[in-house]
């Protein structure tokens, strides 16, 4: 039997690649055809714009505070507790006056329509 080890497909720290998203960099740890982990990393005054998801999401936070909105209802989020934004619903996440680190946890349909599997990830190759 051989163990499986492999590198995660993004290591860098890279600012995310969409417009309306600020202070936040992120890596993704793994990307499987039907799971998908990244983690974030929120500024001071960061954001992630409000967008809806392909996919469900949990949103772990590891360190820090910041907010979250879910089809525009708005709640604190600190470490130790997560989030779930629900497939299609508009959410989004941002910090004020503290910084945050979170892990960002998606399970997608293993078929879609032209293989894509949608949503705002981040890519897997650094720029």
Not at 58 to 84: D, K, P, W
Request: contains cysteine; proline residues 8%; glycine residues 12%.
């Amino acid at each position: 039997m051989n163990i499986d080890i492999r590198p995660f497909p993004r290591l860098g720290w890279d600012p995310l690649p969409y417009e309306g998203c600020i202070g936040v960099v992120g890596r993704v740890l793994v990307r499987e055809e039907d799971f998908f982990v990244a983690q974030l990393r929120f500024a001071e005054h960061a954001t992630i714009h409000e967008h809806p998801g392909d996919n469900d999401t949990i949103v772990v936070c590891l360190e820090g505070e910041g907010f979250t909105s879910v089809a525009g209802e708005t709640a604190s989020l600190s470490e130790g507790q997560q989030a779930r934004w629900p497939k299609g619903v508009a959410h989004r996440l941002w910090t004020t006056d503290s910084t945050m680190t979170t892990l960002m946890v998606e399970r997608t349909p293993v078929c879609q329509p032209g293989g894509n599997s949608g949503g705002q990830r981040m890519p897997a190759d650094s720029p």
